[in-house]
């Protein structure tokens, strides 16, 4: 059973930066893509960002592209997801994801403008 967990959420401003990681535990996550969702104030759940196991691919959502980059550490069993230029439409609680269904607890960003 693997157990995912996200850090790295926080307020910020406007333009400001912010990484999230998400870290396995429990099994490794390392040989699978992992992606990362998010879900704003009143809105569904939506897709963020993946990135193959090795790092070697991503794709990214069209409201993200050119501000955000997904990234992995597999000696870590670690994904990230380096977020810049946000706008406060980013506020949202940001979710790792890991096949076949594991998810992280979420971590809320809050972007104020």
């Known amino acids: 059973q693997a157990q995912l967990e996200e850090s790295g959420g926080g307020l910020v401003q406007g333009g400001d930066s912010l990484r999230l990681s998400c870290t396995g535990s429990?099994?490794?996550?390392?040989?699978?893509?992992m992606g990362w969702f998010r879900q704003g104030p009143g809105k569904e759940r939506e897709f963020v960002a993946t990135i193959t196991w090795n790092g070697g691919g991503t794709l990214y959502a069209d409201s993200v592209k050119g501000r955000f980059t997904a990234s992995r550490d597999n000696a870590k069993n670690t994904a990230y997801l380096q977020m810049n230029s946000l706008k406060p439409d980013d506020t949202a609680v940001y979710y790792c994801?890991?096949?076949?269904?594991?998810w992280g607890q979420g971590t809320q960003v809050t972007v104020s403008s």
């Open positions: 429990g099994r490794t996550v390392s040989t699978y893509a």
């Open positions: 994801y890991a096949p076949p269904s594991y």
